[in-house]
């Protein structure tokens, strides 16, 4: 039976329609493949909003929060349930398992909306139908900000219509969301004095303007065997038509027009849901989502398309502007991939026609490149997309791809010198690698693993990391037994015959001939001394900061931004103006972008935006470069605090990281708001006594609160009943509802409220008369409320699986890290005194570090278990295996140097890196190891032996090493992949000096290899 290198040799046909077959559908997959900024994940959370208006905070959790909360407590694969009470709002947040299968989730939803459905009945009279949102985790990756100067409310809102129409037919779009659009509303501001003398109730004003443009059946007759519908009347047609509504004063005939006691106007809302700016102009905001799966890239520039052509029906002066464009992002983000390909490409090249010839480095080289388009081929094949995380799983194989094909081609190579034809070189280097080679890519393979297939979201996340990788190597073996000797065989020439000294006499083998032939001599000295270093890289690794979220490299900036609670919306507004005029005298910026009364919508996957809050707003800022972030950042955090003494703020870049990006919280649960607000603040004190910054609590400060002191007893004799006053009080501040205008396909709301002058005047709420229906006459609000008293009230309450929970929050201060920062706080914040029925909990970094590392250990373990069992399998025994094995320990020394001479941390990426230098080591190690075993049974065991085989697979093993290396240089650059790649790239240099060392040594000591007399 033919071998598969003489197969491919003598029929070169099924290899060039392979080289045909992965050209064309590599140019394919690159043209069809799904781009993204970030691969998507799952959200496994959704969220439940009720409205109960007028209800404390304290009132929404006892008679809102808590029913949801008791009902979506028993939901299948539940794992977390937080709340948020606050006024007159519930937000219940319920996260199911993320190990759950993505084809499950849409089921756990479902369910979940039967079971808020069933506790809708057990809510209080005024509570709304709580709204499930399980959309939560859309992503609007295109955002735009359109600014129409001069411009009326109603007009605004039809250039919105009017784009959002227009988007939506773009094919792959999935969504579109607008934000920010004035919100209008019909006032009727009616005169209170004249409503008193008239003798008039509110309420019958109240019902006359709701009856008269409600919509109801007028029924249908039967003529001539048609069924006519009889039509209604509309009302209003206009706002005119609402001042010209007639009223009729109680036990009387006399008829009254609106407009003579009220004033009726349309106008923008008082008290708008969110304030939307652009540098430094009111705009509203365009977000598109596109639909999973499809091209960004081409989906971002159909819509800027689109929208440009529909510019020309804009309005005069209507503007469009890019607030966040992740087609352009994920655009450059795949440039610079394929320029640092073909740099990386040409690099390994080169070298390998350095240092085996141009013949050999060239057929090497194609294997690179077929392997990449190969790859290319199958990721759209197996739905994975280019995104952050493939395109640097492509960059980490760049320099593994190579492996197989030098091994293969350095066998072909010393053959044809040896004397063999080129043929029997090509068919001899396969016969003697093809098995170790494959074992070793799937072992190298395996160690991307346990990441990757993770049941949370670090393993959606990270899923395409060990596809590309698994696909591109087993690609890269299938083509160095086929392909490499098919070309080798036409591009080698036969030599004269060389006997292997000769063949490895240059001076690229002779100092390491010399350095293991003493070593071997000294064995045991050897192995103390490497132990020796790799303890002292051990203890050195206490140096080397830990860490855990790297930063994001786009060009983007953050600041939250908090007021005081219970800031009006159009205060937070004004002070965000100066806010953003302080910004650009300290710093250039590009961009912009301020969104009051709640956070962003989410544009990037890593974003968590912050829910409705008239007294927050949060900016985001482009600078020219993402290298100028660390600065602009620190001199914001200089400036700004003192120049908005009032506020809370934050500044910061995008993490990857769950969670609110707080890096130290605490959280301290149990019953009273009291008791925890005090260990709070005993907390923040540890804080500040630490010089930690951004510190605060989630709860925020107690807002001041008017609460009316209700005599009910005099209410009951005046009739008068607390809803009574509740709308009295209403009507004299913010306004009732009363109805709603039809303006063609938009429903304006008909607000009843008191003139500017009465609302203003909160010293004249007592003066106030209420209406009393037993009496039939207006009397004082004071004979029923004797007195208005300012109190604290608490207007946000936190819960954690249905407790009240505080967190203590903090940041580290600017350049230090986070874990030594948690550490030098928490026996301090742990030792505060806990009085019985609470509890203590520790968040940020340091959990989203504990979980990560609890959901990675089975993995890992499996992981390490499996290469052990290949291992073993490939050779059959137990020596050869433990040899391999305790080389691993070295890895530590080239990390340990790296990250300390970096000064970068150890995160997350950092040990995923870690990982993956187990799987490159234990490669290199397994053609170390195999070549020694064939050696030694071809001749004898012997100290010459281990040298000849080790110095054979000196060049293929520097080589790989120094390819690998070559394709992580470009990761250097990218926020992400940095720390991963300097781990890589100093840990493998070091750990390939150290076993190409090691392994021989171990390998006389553990077979037991007699000294022989040295001899050149």
């Not at 937080?82 to 849409?106: D, Q």
């Not at 799937?442 to 990757?452: D, E, H, K, L, R």
């Amino acid at each position: 039976m033919r071998s598969i290198a003489r197969l491919s040799i003598e029929q070169p046909l099924y290899t060039w329609l392979l080289i045909l077959a992965l050209l064309i559908g590599g140019i394919w997959g690159l043209n069809n493949v799904g781009r993204l900024e970030d691969p998507g994940m799952p959200f496994n959370r959704a969220l439940i909003v009720t409205s109960y208006p007028g209800a404390t905070a304290a009132e929404v959790e006892n008679e809102v929060t808590e029913v949801i909360e008791a009902a979506v407590q028993r939901l299948p694969h539940f794992q977390l349930l937080m709340s948020k009470s606050v006024n007159g709002r519930s937000e219940v947040t319920v996260e199911v398992e993320e190990s759950l299968p993505l084809r499950r989730i849409p089921q756990i939803w479902d369910e979940l909306r039967r079971r808020v459905s069933d506790a809708q009945r057990l809510l209080p009279p005024g509570a709304s139908e709580p709204q499930v949102f399980d959309d939560f985790g859309d992503i609007y990756g295109l955002m735009f900000a359109v600014a129409a100067p001069g411009y009326s409310d109603r007009d605004i809102r039809d250039v919105a219509r009017h784009l959002e129409t227009s988007v939506k037919t773009v094919s792959g779009v999935a969504k579109v969301r607008i934000d920010g659009a004035p919100q209008e509303a019909i006032y009727v501001e009616i005169d209170h004095a004249r409503l008193v003398r008239l003798g008039l109730p509110v309420d019958a004003v109240f019902a006359s303007i709701a009856l008269e443009n409600q919509v109801t059946p007028s029924g249908s007759l039967h003529i001539d065997g048609r069924r006519l519908r009889i039509d209604q009347v509309t009302a209003f047609d206009s706002v005119q038509d609402i001042s010209n509504l007639s009223i009729g004063r109680p036990g009387t005939t006399e008829i009254l027009r609106l407009g003579d006691i009220a004033r009726v106007s349309r106008e923008r809302v008082e008290v708008p849901m969110d304030i939307i700016r652009h540098n430094g102009e009111p705009v509203f905001t365009l977000g598109v989502s596109v639909t999973p799966g499809r091209n960004v890239v081409e989906v971002g520039r159909a819509v800027e398309e689109e929208l440009a052509a529909q510019q020309g029906n804009l309005p005069l002066g209507v503007r469009i502007e890019p607030i966040y464009a992740q087609h352009d992002e994920v655009a450059q983000a795949v440039s610079t991939f394929l320029r640092n390909l073909l740099l990386s490409v040409g690099t390994v090249v080169l070298t390998l026609c350095v240092f085996m010839g141009w013949r050999a480095g060239t057929v090497v080289g194609l294997v690179l490149g077929l392997s990449v388009m190969g790859t290319f081929f199958f990721m759209p094949l197996l739905d994975v997309q280019l995104q952050r995380i493939s395109l640097g799983a492509l960059m980490i194989a760049m320099g593994m791809l190579v492996d197989n094909g030098i091994v293969v081609a350095e066998g072909m190579v010393v053959g044809v010198r040896r004397g063999y034809t080129p043929v029997e070189a090509a068919e001899r280097a396969v016969q003697r690698t093809k098995w170790p080679l494959l074992g070793a890519t799937v072992i190298g393979a395996t160690a991307f693993a346990p990441i990757s297939l993770s049941n949370d979201n670090a393993g959606h996340f990270l899923l395409s990391l060990f596809q590309v990788i698994a696909i591109s190597l087993l690609l890269s073996w299938v083509l160095a037994v086929t392909l490499v000797p098919m070309l080798g065989s036409r591009l080698l020439k036969t030599a004269d015959s060389a006997d292997e000294a000769a063949v490895y006499s240059g001076w690229f083998f002779t100092p390491y001939r010399l350095m293991l032939r003493a070593s071997l001599t000294a064995a045991w000295r050897t192995i103390a001394v490497l132990a020796l270093v790799t303890a002292a890289c051990f203890w050195a690794f206490q140096f080397v900061q830990p860490g855990f979220f790297p930063t994001n490299s786009s060009p983007l900036f953050y600041i939250d931004y908090w007021l005081p609670e219970g800031t009006d919306i159009v205060t937070t507004e004004r002070a965000v103006v100066q806010l953003e005029a302080d910004i650009r005298d300290a710093v250039e910026v590009e961009a912009l972008s301020a969104f009051v009364g709640r956070g962003a919508n989410r544009f990037t996957a890593i974003m968590n935006p912050q829910q409705p809050n008239a007294s927050y707003a949060q900016i985001v800022g482009r600078v020219p470069d993402h290298t100028q972030l660390p600065q602009v950042i620190r001199t914001l955090g200089d400036v700004l605090p003192a120049r908005h003494a009032e506020a809370e703020l934050r500044v910061f870049r995008a993490e990857f990281t769950p969670g609110t990006g707080m890096k130290i919280e605490a959280r301290f649960s149990g019953p009273s708001p009291e008791v925890l607000r005090g260990l709070a603040e005993q907390a923040l004190t540890i804080y500040a006594q630490h010089d930690l910054i951004d510190r605060s609590n989630d709860w925020r400060q107690p807002a001041l609160t008017l609460v009316p002191a209700f005599d009910d007893v005099r209410a009951r004799a005046a009739g008068i009943s607390r809803q009574d006053l509740a709308q009295a009080l209403a009507f004299a501040s913010e306004g009732v509802p009363v109805g709603l205008y039809r303006d063609a396909d938009k429903l304006v709301p008909i607000i009843a409220r008191a003139p500017a002058d009465e609302r203003a005047n909160a010293a004249g709420l007592a003066d106030r008369l209420v209406w009393s229906p037993n009496q039939q006459r207006h009397i004082p609000m004071s004979q029923i409320v004797p007195s208005f008293d300012v109190q604290a009230q608490n207007t946000i309450i936190h819960r954690r699986d249905r407790v009240r929970t505080m967190t203590a929050i903090a940041n580290p201060p600017r350049g230090h890290n986070a874990t030594y920062t948690v550490l030098a706080v928490q026996p301090e914040i742990e030792a505060i005194p806990l009085p019985p029925g609470y509890r203590l909990e520790w968040g940020g970094e340091l959990e989203g570090n504990e979980e990560a590392m609890e959901s990675l250990g089975p993995g890992i373990v499996l992981a390490v278990i499996a290469m052990f069992v290949l291992t073993l399998v490939l050779f059959g025994r137990v020596k050869q295996t433990l040899i391999i094995w305790l080389t691993l320990p070295m890895i530590i020394c080239g990390v340990v140097l790296g990250l300390v001479a970096t000064n970068l941390p150890f995160t997350f990426p950092a040990f995923l890196g870690l990982l993956s230098l187990i799987g490159m080591l234990i490669k290199n190690c397994i053609v170390l190891v195999d070549e020694i075993d064939k050696r030694v049974a071809e001749s004898d065991a012997s100290i010459d032996s281990i040298l000849a085989a080790s110095v054979s697979r000196l060049r293929p093993v520097l080589l790989a090493t120094g390819t690998t290396i070559a394709g992580m240089a470009p990761l250097l650059a990218d926020a992400f992949f940095m720390e991963m790649a300097v781990c890589i790239m100093s840990g493998l240099a070091f750990a390939t000096v150290l076993t190409l060392l090691a392994v021989p040594v171990l390998y006389r000591i553990a077979m037991r290899v007699p000294s022989t007399t040295p001899h050149a």
